[in-house]
């Protein structure tokens, strides 16, 4: 993406988020996704500073409601790719009485595979770009690609609670 590109997609997102101020209760806004740091892209649509994490210890937090949970990342490409885009404040939307998801702003790598379980706590991709926060224990037939899992996640269910809601991704 050349830098024209970048300007546009920047001047885009800002007036998305100005728009998105006027609204009033921000949880239940339809714009999914305030990024908190511009992204650095390499041309290809890859990020061009995807942080080493293997073998190396970089906490990465959830916060939701003022509730911060630590998160255990998967030692794998998409892993390192979603840490790369943080920090990340996103709106994410209630679906079917076990998760929450919403939209990225960029696709990550996948490597999909039925779970047959899906665990609470789970933090997965659903395609390419679909960031997916899992509160509840079933079976699923769908295929994600691991990310992560919510440590503490006993009480993940309470927190979220129905509806929409604001969630914010960061590392130290």
Not at 22 to 41: L, M
């Amino acid at each position: 993406m050349n830098w024209n590109h970048q300007i546009r997609a920047m001047i885009v997102l800002s007036a998305m988020f100005g728009l998105s101020a006027c609204g009033g209760d921000h949880t239940s806004s339809n714009a999914p996704i305030v990024t908190e740091r511009p992204n650095n892209t390499d041309g290809t649509g890859n990020n061009a500073e995807q942080p080493n994490i293997e073998g190396e210890q970089m906490n990465i937090w959830m916060t939701v409601n003022g509730h911060r949970f630590g998160v255990s990342f998967e030692d794998n490409a998409t892993a390192r790719a979603f840490a790369a885009q943080l920090p990340l404040s996103l709106n994410m939307e209630e679906l079917n009485g076990n998760e929450k998801h919403t939209q990225l702003p960029n696709a990550l790598p996948t490597d999909a595979s039925r779970l047959g379980i899906i665990n609470n706590g789970d933090l997965m991709l659903y395609g390419s770009s679909t960031l997916v926060v899992f509160y509840k224990t079933f079976p699923s037939t769908y295929s994600y690609t691991r990310i992560g899992k919510v440590n503490q996640s006993d009480e993940l269910a309470d927190i979220l609670g129905r509806g929409n809601v604001r969630i914010e991704f960061t590392r130290d």
